[in-house]
């Protein structure tokens, strides 16, 4: 029997763990390829190239944790409640779990050094990297220099974590010892708290991108992809009859001064903005050309109705995510604990589409963990669309420009920042939108009532007799916060999340402004035309070098 239940705990993790090792290959490759697509061909840089691909692996290898942790806590169990008999020892169960949190620990200090150390020492060396490119010592002191201040706000917010009381401490009448244990047991979860409290910092910042980035793209990527865009044939007769026009008022200032007078100083800088207008229809027409005869334009053209389907379904994922996350939140708002909780919800009031999705998955592994991965890489690339339209901005301040073979070192590494911040939010957004899957998986419970008592009749007396045998009965029920502590095992990234409510409470209403951000980027959307085929190629502040990498 021990050997039988040894196997099978043998074979359930192998299977949990095999899954996330081929999720792990397909994460490093699709991260190969994603950064060098977008990486300036003229200006690549090997050391920023690397930082990119490792960050944004580590970004989706996390997430990829997340059902790994799911399926472990929800194998423990058969469908009717009971342990399996390899789980039933509490020390089994926690060693499972264990594998899984330092798994968390590793991958969450990986991220906070990526963050505050590596990734921005990397910035700061190519900011400071002249043209000469010879005092390479100075650029690494002022790199380190701007880095110290990156390292100071992290050990700020580790100790921030290790000192912050996570329960209330004891009152004046506690005796000495009392308070000495309170400190002693507080300190003794310093480690924990203060990973945890720095890393939903970070995911604090993430909110903000997802908010920014994530609703907007959510709503132009499906939306661009049916609308398709302009004719290539119509956009190169329209840029010809654009540079003719220019060129013929070019000509008409330049006749003012063929008898030698000067030009005014109005004429002369309406011929500097007509030569420069010209000079970006003339690299719009090169870029059309070229366009016209690429491959890619003419598969795209062919795969016009497999866009239009895609579109659609992005919509409507788009709009089931909306539907989940208001659902969530509304019931958070009607049933939750309140705000110094968290809002905390104790079991699920209202029915969520996507929870209950994804509960029907779980049972058929590894159905749902691709829904997860799906769902992590749909953020992904809705991130990326938003980003690609709307460019880095510091509030006002565009700061960099996302195009494909054209993104600068600097701004890689920026775009990979902003996407690991966005995908360590991801496990929050999951969370919200499937409650009750990320904190229990399916797991059940027995819930033991007591049997109605039998009443016994004499004449005109009665008596209440207890029914025979067993005097309580089971009854299996989904778990949920309100279910007994050793029924049911929480799983580690309901923990990581949650250990701090006041994220929480930020959390929630983040994910209004969410919906908010996103049902005005569809309005914004729906409004625009269709974009050109060369959208963000050509631009006026673009230098003529640029054509090269082309």
Known sequence: MKMASSNALLTESVLGWSIFAIVLLVILAFCWVYIRKYQSRRESEVVSTITAICALAVALITSALLPVDIFLVSFMKFPNGTYKDWAANNETRGQIED???????????????????????????YEEKDDDNTNKCAQVKNALKYTIGFVIVCAALLLIGAFVPLRPPPNQNATQWDKMEYMVEEFGNNGLAALSFSISSLTLIGMLAVITYTAYGMSVLPLNLIKGTRSIVYERLENTEDIEDIEQQIEKLKSKCEDGRPLSTRD????????????????????????????????????????????????????????????????????????????????????????????????????????????????????????????????????????????????????????????????????????????YGSQKYLLQTPLPTLVQSFGNESTAAPSPGNHTTATTKICDAAAPEDQCTVTRTYLFLHKFWFFSTVYYFGNWAFIGVFLIGLIVSCCKGKKSVIEGEVEADDSDVSDDEY
């Open 268 to 439: 002369r800088r309406n011929l500097q903005d007509l030569e420069a207008k010209l000079q970006v229809l003339q690299r719009r027409s090169r870029h059309l050309e070229i366009a016209e005869h690429n491959c890619c334009t003419k598969v795209g053209s062919a795969l016009r109705p497999v866009k239009i389907l895609l579109g659609v379904f992005f919509i409507l994922v788009a709009l089931l995510f909306a539907v989940a996350l208001f659902i969530s939140n509304l019931d958070k708002a009607l049933h939750s604990a309140g705000v110094s909780s968290g809002f905390v919800v104790f079991g699920t009031n209202l029915t969520n589409p996507l929870n209950e999705l994804l509960l029907a998955l779980q049972p058929v592994f590894p159905l749902d963990y691709i829904l997860i991965s799906v769902i992590t890489m749909y953020f992904v690339f809705t991130s990326m669309a938003g980003i690609r339209n709307m460019g880095i901005w510091f509030f006002w301040v565009r700061l960099y420009k996302i195009r494909p073979k054209r993104t600068r070192p600097q701004a890689l590494l920026f775009l990979c920042m902003i996407l690991l911040l966005i995908v360590l939010h991801t496990s929050y957004m999951i969370y919200s939108l499937a409650p009750q899957y990320v904190m």
């Open 99 to 125: 594998t899984v949190l330092y798994g968390y620990y590793t991958l969450y200090s990986i991220i906070l050094f990526c963050v505050f150390l590596w990734i921005p020492f990397v910035y700061f060396y």
